[in-house]
Every structure is written in C-alpha cells, then in structure tokens.
C-alpha cells in the first residue's frame, strides 16, 4: 500500500505530465474544475483545482470529500501510483471498478483524451 506522500508525489507527476503535454492532450488538460482524488485505503481524499493543464492547490484531508468536486476520482493508493508511472491502464481499471471516474457528460468526452 502506498502512503500519503506516494500519493501526493504520483498527482504531482500527472500534473507536471498535463504541464508537458501537447496537442489534443493539452487541450483536454485546460479545463478549469474542482478536482477530487479519494484514496479508500488509506481514508484520504486529495482535492485541488485542475487549471491551465496542471492540478494546482491540492490539499489533503482525512475522510470523504467535505464537497462535491466537478471531477471526482476514487481507488485505491497503489492504482493511483500505478496509473500514473503507466503500470496500470486506466481503460482497464475503469471497466473492473478499481479506479471510478465521475464528471459531467461534456467534461468526460473531453477526459477521455487523457486517459
């Protein structure tokens, strides 16, 4: 099981990843939205604002969301540290329930360019 900092450093690299990218990719990064990541196993939730391709102002807090965020993601801490060194496929831990994804309609076809 990854701890909290594990955590933290993996949204870090998305976000420096988001930062990076180009294109399509780059494009789908440039939302601005209310961001949450609920770690269940370790009752952590993380949430920040997603703006200008980068993940900023994340804060971590024991427990559920205390809100409602535009885009919520919820697994476990090693999936999150696996998605994003690219051992875990996010399609794939979608579709087995290990990684949950909720969003507005028009902001889930725009996300899926990242995953």
């Known amino acids: 099981m990854a701890n909290a900092e594990e955590c933290r450093a993996a949204l870090e690299q998305l976000s420096r990843n988001m930062a990076a990218s180009t294109g399509d990719v780059r494009k789908a990064a440039a939302l601005d939205r209310s ?14 604002q997603l703006r200008d391709g980068r993940i900023q102002d994340v804060v971590a807090t024991p427990g559920p969301p205390a809100t409602k965020a535009e885009i919520r993601l919820t697994m476990a801490s090693d999936d999150l540290v696996a998605l994003v060194d690219g051992t875990l496929n996010f399609a794939s831990a979608w579709a087995s329930g290990r990684v949950k994804l909720e969003a507005g309609l028009r902001d889930l076809l725009r996300l899926r360019t990242l995953l």
């Open 35 to 48: 961001l949450s990541c609920r770690i269940t196993d370790l009752d952590l939730t993380f949430t920040g």
